[in-house]
């Protein structure tokens, strides 16, 4: 015999297969099917996702659709979470114009303040913007004290050795304590770092990429850890390089890099301008290439490692939204006129 039901029902007693619509015809005599349906078609079984007792998600999962999903049907409504940290951004320096309309001789706009509020949201955390705080020790303490409010800092600018680097100062007399101070990398070598009671205190340089090759490296795992994840970091992956390369020796050098995954394992083109003030060099960088500080020459096909920033499909598939939108319509409906 045959029963309808609907996809979702509960199998009735003694039944073992279903048959699609499709594969059946309804009539006065009873149901005929196109073909002899075998025992355990179309059917899923009790305990087929999910046994008794076992661990849907453990601490340090990123909840998404489906993680929530898998939540939900067990009917869990509720999990504990990691609050999402506020960072609290400072840039400084009077050389930066907070006015209307273009910067006045000697003035520059802050490109630092919205980069690292835009890394911060991609981490996962709040960003908290601050106001600009001027080279001037007492201002300038002010605003870290402002800043320690926040669940984490992160100052950009006033943080290497000139006249007017007070941030050091600042950190100081705002009671935070120095944990450390310069580090072997380029760009970025005046990073600092400190804390105050329970809050870490980033200190960037003011050069636009060496404040983003520095956040990545150092600042982002940091708040990934807030967040609770158990891996922080981002991959490193062996890429081929693509054409020779050198650079300075002295330093360990972190350059910009496009990478192609069409041929299996990745290529790595160096960007022509690594300078630590060109921002341009920032856009669609997929991966920062290690190169170490002992050599100046690297030949092409040469392995090194490289930091990945975007994984392989956001930076080497070309996605046709016409062929997409056209695959998903009904092939008689007419199709929509593309702006």
């Known amino acids: 015999g045959a029963v309808r039901i609907f996809t979702g029902a509960v199998l009735p007693p003694r039944a073992d297969a279903v048959v699609m619509q499709e594969d059946a015809v309804e009539g006065p005599d009873g149901v005929a099917f196109h073909h002899a349906p075998a025992v355990g078609s179309h059917v899923r079984r009790r305990g087929q996702d999910l046994r008794e007792g076992a661990r849907v998600l453990g601490a340090g999962t990123l909840l998404g659709p489906g993680e929530v999903a898998a939540l939900a049907a067990q009917g869990v409504a509720e999990v504990e979470l990691f609050r999402r940290p506020r960072v609290a951004v400072l840039s400084t320096g009077d050389e930066l114009w907070e006015g209307e309309g273009p910067p006045p001789a000697g003035r520059i706009l802050d490109a630092n303040g919205p980069a690292l509020a835009a890394a911060i949201e991609d981490a996962g955390c709040e960003a908290v913007v601050l106001r600009r705080a001027p080279d001037a020790l007492a201002p300038l303490t002010t605003s870290v004290r402002d800043g320690l409010r926040a669940d984490a800092l992160v100052i950009s ?12 100062l600042a950190l100081r007399d705002a009671g ?30 003011g050069n636009p990429v060496s404040a983003w090759v520095t956040f990545e490296v150092f600042v982002r795992p940091a708040l990934r850890r807030m967040l609770g994840h158990p891996d922080p970091h981002r991959a490193f992956v062996e890429v081929t390089l693509a054409a020779a390369a050198t650079h300075a020796t002295g330093r360990t050098e972190l350059a910009r890099a496009r990478l192609d995954w069409s041929t299996g394992a990745p290529r790595a083109t160096l960007l022509a301008q690594q300078g630590s003030g060109q921002l341009t060099s920032l856009l669609d960088v997929d991966a920062l290439v290690r190169l170490p500080a002992d050599r100046a020459a690297f030949e092409v096909g040469e392995t090194l490692p490289a930091l990945v920033l975007r994984p392989a499909h956001a930076s080497s598939v070309s996605f046709d939204r016409v062929s997409f939108d056209r695959a998903c319509l009904d092939p008689a409906a007419p199709q929509r006129p593309r702006p």
């Open 157 to 168: 600018g006033g943080v290497s050795v000139g006249d007017h680097d007070l941030v050091h």
């Open 176 to 205: 935070v304590r120095a944990e450390f101070w310069k580090v072997d990398l380029k760009p970025g070598k005046p990073l600092t770092f400190g804390t105050a009671g329970r809050t870490p205190v980033f200190g960037l340089p």
